[in-house]
């Protein structure tokens, strides 16, 4: 991975690491866990759990890597994977069977620790050798999520058997894993460990904690990376974050750049795009430049009844304004990616309205010619100043000075998850773009970085935990009783990574050294 920031810090990896698939991992001090929100049931007829782990200390039934229990065992699957006698001891339910490591576990050093299930046998796997095996048929139904850092028994004491050491790398794959695949997942010190989404078929879950996990004001969310559309074609969306807005105070200043403009005749072509995921069914503005003084002069993107609005224009007497509303409505709360392109000859039918790529039949409300368009008002992601506020989560805004075409916006649109626009075939016509959640950085306020032009916004109202999972995500692992320092420079094969220390996400300039 190469430098980027992550809510809180800087991860700037040694730069003999910065190819290597992961250099971070997450410290357990013995009374954290993540929840991966995966749960193992019948549905696996086969099943490969990976993990790269390093003790701090070693004792008898703690140390799990993952864990998963149902109700003494009675009924279902129960998968524990911990340390016994200084091994590593797995623990098998309902048959009650287990598998041992002949490697003697020793505090600080990496081991990468692979469960494979082929429908009849069960192998446990270390540093890419096989160890032990047993019989072992199916994988039962089960209520419990899969657990990172210990497991969780209703019937007994809660979450127990807690890890106390680094964690990194877990992967979760619906198949078993052939023998150059769990060569491959290890990797090697030259090159780093293995990439699980370069193996065919791809995980359902990989979780990197550490390089992008990041930390709300009070548990990390810890992104699913293998998160693909359902038809596989897509890796993780780009941006795994987005912030969420509550409808009441919320929203973001980008200021008052002569780049975000637009002409005062309405004669420049421009689009806009954006994804959200609603939480309300109100009236609402989700972008806005707009004086709000009684002229409402300028230009505003608006739910009303569920549909889009946009208002390009002054409502003030004489009116002179263009405005159009999509036929289909945003409903449910799943995302949507809203991109609006306008042609910049002053009339209602230069718009063009895309949802989730398909180009929207427009309705015309209004078809005057716009004159006296103003620029003084700021750029705003929610409502217009601090009213008409927004409800929900607002994912890459981005503002570009052409009017994309129709095979521009299938680009953006990517197959449902956000790209990296810097690779966009439009980079040339791109103005301002504002990820949302990722790389932004919390101090009281969001900051909010533009990827291409200097308008970085600033929140108001706002809080850390505003940052949210993002578009195309699902499955993500949360923590719990994590206090924000757990993400560390080290990972298997990657020492020496540095992590910024009260730096945000405006530190990063492009002045260098001659």
């Known amino acids: 991975m190469s430098t980027q920031f992550t809510n809180r810090q800087w991860r700037l990896p040694n730069n003999e690491n910065k190819d290597k698939q992961s250099n971070y991992s997450m410290d357990f001090d013995g009374s954290q866990y993540i929840d991966t929100n995966q749960t193992l049931d019948s549905s696996y007829s086969a099943l490969t759990l990976s993990a790269w782990v390093n003790y701090t200390s070693i004792s008898d039934y703690s140390g799990t890597i993952f864990g998963q229990w149902i109700q003494n065992n009675n009924s279902g699957s129960t998968i524990i994977c911990y340390t016994v006698s200084n091994k590593i001891q797995v623990y098998l339910g309902p048959s009650a069977t287990s598998l041992t490591s002949t490697t003697t576990l020793t505090t600080g050093t990496w081991y990468n620790v692979i469960l494979r299930f082929d429908g009849s046998t069960m192998k446990l796997y270390i540093n890419g050798t096989e160890e032990d095996s047993v019989s072992f048929t199916s994988i039962n139904n089960s209520a419990q999520n899969l657990i990172l850092g210990a497991y969780s028994n209703s019937t007994q004491t809660g979450y127990q058997a807690f890890l106390n050491g680094k964690l990194d790398a877990v992967s979760i794959f619906n198949y078993a894993l052939s023998s150059s695949q769990v060569t491959t997942l290890y990797g090697s010190s030259s090159t780093g460990i293995g990439n699980p989404m370069s193996l065919s078929p791809k995980p359902v879950a990989t979780y990197n904690l550490g390089d992008k996990s990041a930390f709300n004001g009070a548990n990390y969310l810890v992104p699913n990376i293998a998160a693909e559309e359902a038809d596989g074609d897509i890796a993780a969306s780009y941006s795994p974050y987005a912030l969420d807005f509550d409808g009441a105070n919320d929203y973001i200043d980008c200021g008052n750049d002569s780049s975000l403009n637009m002409a005062d005749n309405g004669t420049d072509s421009f689009t806009f795009s954006f994804w959200i995921k609603r939480s309300s069914t109100n009236t609402e503005i989700i972008i806005s430049k707009q004086v709000s003084s009684g002229s409402y002069n300028g230009f505003e993107v608006t739910l009303v009844s569920d549909k889009v609005r946009v208002f390009l224009g002054s409502f003030q007497s004489p009116q002179a304004y263009l405005q159009v509303i999509s036929t289909n409505t945003i409903t449910g709360t ?68 052409t009017e994309l075409t129709s095979a521009q916006v299938t680009e953006i649109y990517n197959e449902g998850v956000p790209s990296n626009l810097n690779n966009h075939s439009a980079y040339s016509n791109l103005v ?45 692992g949360l923590s719990s009783g994590m206090g924000g320092d757990e993400v560390i420079g080290d990972a298997p094969y990657s020492t020496a990574n540095a992590l910024s220390v009260n730096m945000d996400v405006e530190d990063r300039v492009t002045d260098t050294p001659s």
């Not at 009339?347 to 103003?374: D, H």
């Not at 533009?450 to 699902?474: C, Q």
Request: glycine share 10%; no cysteine.
């Open 432 to 476: 301002s773009w504002w990820q949302l959640g990722s790389n932004s950085s919390f101090n009281t306020n969001w900051t909010v970085l533009d990827e291409k032009g200097s308008n970085n916004g600033t929140s108001a109202n706002m809080g850390e935990d505003a940052i949210v999972d993002g578009v195309g995500s699902y499955a993500n």
């Open 334 to 401: 799943d995302w949507k990616n809203v991109i609006i392109t306008y042609d910049g000859t002053q009339n209602a039918n230069g718009f063009n309205m895309y949802i989730n790529k398909v180009q929207e039949t427009l309705v015309t409300l209004q078809n005057i010619t716009p004159s006296g368009i103003l620029n003084s008002a700021n750029f705003q992601i929610s409502g217009r100043a601090t009213s008409t506020l927004f409800s929900g989560s607002l994912s890459n805004v981005s503002y570009w000075n």
